[in-house]
Nanobody, 120 residues
Framework: QVQLAESGGGLVQPGGSLRLSCAAS????????MGWYRQAPGKQREMVAG???????NYADSMKGRFTISRDNAKNTVYLQMNSLKPEDTAIYYCNARYSVGGDSAYEYWGQGTQVTVSS
């Protein structure tokens, strides 16, 4: 059974930091690209950061320099270190796992999400 379990969300003041974790099970973690997405109230879900099975990373422009994605294949876990948080970073953060099998076909899984609130 595939599971993606996010943790580490919470309430933080502007300028603060949080580290999100996503523990994966039920699939071959090391070959999947992993990503973090977020969805704020009234807005569409957006990509935050991604990391390939080999460790190549990419970020949404607004997160570059503030957020860092990493993975530990031995622990089947992906992390998102978030620094210099702003109120506009408030959202539910979702973990994503994706493995493309060619064309438009892919295995894709989502976690349940963890709430991040940035407020004074």
């Amino acid at each position: 059974q595939v599971q993606l379990a996010e943790s580490g969300g919470g309430l933080v003041q502007p300028g603060g930091s949080l580290r999100l974790s996503c523990a994966a099970s039920g699939f071959m973690f090391s070959i999947f690209a992993m990503g973090w997405y977020r969805q704020a109230p009234g807005k569409q879900r957006e990509m935050v950061a991604g990391i390939s099975g080999g460790g190549k990373t990419n970020y949404a422009d607004s997160m570059k320099g503030r957020f860092t994605i990493s993975r530990d294949n031995a622990k089947n876990t992906v992390y998102l270190q978030m620094n210099s948080l702003k109120p506009e970073d408030t959202a539910i953060y979702y973990c994503n796992a994706r493995y493309s099998v060619g064309g438009d076909s892919a295995y894709e899984y989502w976690g349940q999400g963890t709430q991040v609130t940035v407020s004074s």
